[in-house]
């Protein structure tokens, strides 16, 4: 039940992870789209999950939570996931978030999140959100399940939020896709991935919407 418990307070919105800043590339897609109706973005959002969190991140986050705590370990998935995001808006947003989460567990007294910190500013370790959530969530004692649970409705809850903010949906549209999201990422955690799992992303309209969004004049997101 504590287990449980911790999941639900790594998924509150209100933990300070510095989530809030970045777009997973959404702010871009939505500009190159122009008007997004509920249906697409529960569409955009579905794919997400599919093609780059179940895919990509959700083995990036496992494998680091099967680190046990090893900083060489954790610091060899990190650099891992730095050469195969081409993106550099999404390479810099990640590090950017996975070191403001760090911060926060640090703050908290976590031990391992003090130190991943700590190599984070050394340069041992880039600081990969994906990867400092396996690392950290481990620690704290979440489940491998709860850990995938947590991580797949932080990334739909988080698009979601994006595009209420960008008055692209209303507030109770939103909560309706992100329903219809439930049954995917529980679906999608239910398929244990091997050890030696490769992690794979194919979102090429996301990777340009969020390459052309670093050019644009004005944006609300980081990424």
Do not use: K
Not at 77 to 99: F, H, P, Q, Y
Not at 146 to 165: D, H, K, N
Not at 192 to 215: C, G, V, W, Y
């Amino acid at each position: 039940m504590l287990a449980t418990l911790r999941a639900i307070w790594q998924a509150d919105a209100a933990f300070p992870s510095g989530a809030f800043a970045f777009s997973y590339g959404l702010e871009g897609a939505i500009t190159l789209r122009g008007d997004m109706a509920a249906r697409e973005l529960e569409q955009l959002v579905m794919t997400i999950l599919r093609r780059r969190w179940a895919s990509y991140d959700r083995i990036a986050l496992l494998r680091a939570f099967r680190a046990n705590g090893e900083l060489a370990a954790i610091a060899a998935i990190d650099c891992e996931v730095e050469a195969s995001t081409l993106a550099e808006a999404l390479r810099s947003g990640s590090r950017r978030n996975g070191a403001s989460f760090l911060a926060s567990h640090a703050r908290l007294g976590g031990e391992l999140a003090c130190a991943l910190r700590d190599a984070v500013r050394t340069g041992e370790c880039l600081g990969h959100i994906a990867v400092m959530q396996g690392a950290v969530w481990s620690a704290v004692g979440l489940t491998e399940q709860l850990a995938q649970l947590t991580s797949g409705y932080a990334v739909a809850s988080g698009l979601i939020a994006v595009a209420v903010r960008l008055g692209t949906i209303g507030a109770m549209r939103g909560q309706a896709v992100l329903q219809a999201c439930l049954p995917l990422i529980e679906q999608l955690a239910a398929r244990a991935p091997s050890d030696d799992a490769e992690m794979e992303s194919f979102m090429p309209f996301l990777d340009i919407a969020s390459a052309r969004h670093t050019q644009a004049d004005l944006r609300l997101f980081a990424n």
